[in-house]
């Protein structure tokens, strides 16, 4: 019955993805196995992550994707867990068709796009409700959004986030990690504002940036979106500078209810 669970939901977030990007940037069907690996203890969990020297595993982290073996590796046995295995579902096909449709074997994997659209797709786990882009909230990052925009001293200046690579983010956790250093709310409202981000572009005045997601999600398979595309984007389809973005997007997530 769990292994029916697992295989539905699955295939739910996976046939999501496809209908709402597949069409619009030309994807070609998925034709390799997409691989995941389930625990169903923790100490089993924990003990692949030690054997494989992978410093991903820890409580609040129960799954993840494992590019070196293009696996998602995962400890699910609640809700909040299922949630978590839609967010690496995304990391997954993503890098599918990052290896199918690459320009560049220096690949700089953006943080704000990986993991804000892979935390878009969290919220499946939530509703059994077909929906949309546009159409459903991650009420978890909602609230973590405005809370970080309401204390000055836990916002991080988009043009901060969207300049982040996942490299950069990751090295930055493995090394405060290592030093003892408590970086769980830091990294709370970083993956937030990169949901808030996501879904401001897919949402806000009825899709008027819609395009711009597209268009940074087809780059970022290429792997070469950068904030200086980001910012292209905007200033030659919008006539908008990002600050200005920014403006509209603090406005558009703090109203958001």
């Not at 295989?7 to 030309?26: E, G, I």
């Not at 074997?105 to 077909?130: C, H, M, P, V």
């Amino acid at each position: 019955a769990r292994l029916g669970l697992f295989k539905r939901s699955l295939l739910k977030v996976f046939n999501k993805f496809m209908s709402d990007f597949q069409t619009d940037l030309a994807l070609p069907p998925v034709t390799s196995c997409l691989q995941v690996v389930i625990f169903c203890k923790r100490e089993s969990f924990e003990t692949y992550c030690r054997l494989n020297n992978n410093s991903a595993s820890s409580s609040t982290i129960p799954s993840f994707y494992e590019y070196s073996s293009k696996r998602i590796i995962a400890f699910v046995t609640n809700e909040e867990h299922v949630a978590r295995l839609y967010h690496e579902v995304i990391h997954q096909l993503i890098d599918y068709y990052t290896e199918i449709l690459k320009q560049s074997l220096n690949l700089e994997r953006s943080f704000w796009l990986q993991e804000g659209i892979s935390s878009y797709y969290e919220a499946l786990a939530k509703t059994d409700k077909s929906y949309k882009l546009d159409d459903f909230i991650n009420w978890s990052r909602l609230i973590d959004s405005k809370e970080c925009m309401f204390n000055i001293n836990n916002y991080q200046p988009l043009s901060n986030i969207v300049g982040l690579t996942m490299n950069e983010y990751w090295n930055w956790y493995h090394e405060k990690t290592k030093s003892g250093a408590n970086i769980a709310e830091q990294g709370k409202f970083s993956y937030a504002l990169s949901w808030g981000f996501v879904y401001f572009l897919g949402h806000y005045n009825n899709g008027e940036y819609r395009n711009v997601l597209l268009k940074c999600l087809k780059k970022e398979f290429e792997g070469d979106s950068s904030k200086k595309y980001l910012e292209g984007l905007f200033s030659e389809i919008h006539k908008k500078t990002l600050y200005e973005i920014e403006a509209e997007f603090k406005k558009f997530i703090i109203n958001l209810n």
